[in-house]
């Protein structure tokens, strides 16, 4: 069964660091441009960060450039976000997604949420 779990989720307060895991099951990563989008209550999903197959690219949402780093461990078939300096606009419900097809780099590149796979979501609260 094909399968991407997120995870790393959590409370923390502003000014704080978490680190988000997106781990697959059931194939193989290192084909895939991943993503990770994030959605708040009320709000539209929107993308966060990407990284290309083979890690040599990586884009970011203008709200998280400086404080947020997206890397992979192919080997490991996982992705992290790792997030610092995080602020109460960070709270939302964080995706992981890959995209492999035709318009995979523009996608990843312009982080449109049209991505083939998504993974369950993980909370994370940023609050005083």
């Known amino acids: 069964q094909v399968q991407l779990v997120a995870s790393g989720g959590g409370l923390v307060q502003p000014g704080g660091s978490l680190r988000l895991s997106c781990a697959a099951s059931?194939?193989?990563?290192?084909?895939?441009?991943i993503g990770w989008f994030r959605q708040a209550p009320g709000k539209e999903r929107e993308g966060v960060s990407c990284?290309?197959?083979?890690?040599?690219?990586?884009y970011y949402a203008d709200s998280v450039k400086g404080r947020f780093t997206i890397s992979r461990n192919n080997a490991k078939n996982t992705v992290y976000l790792q997030m610092n300096s995080l602020k109460p606009e960070d709270t939302a419900v964080y995706y992981c997604a890959t995209t492999d097809d035709y318009y995979s780099d523009y996608r990843c590149q312009n982080l449109i949420a049209d991505f083939g796979s998504w993974g369950q979501g993980t909370q994370v609260a940023v609050s005083s």
């Open positions: 059931g194939y193989t990563l290192d084909y895939y441009n």
């Open positions: 990284i290309g197959k083979d890690g040599g690219v990586t």
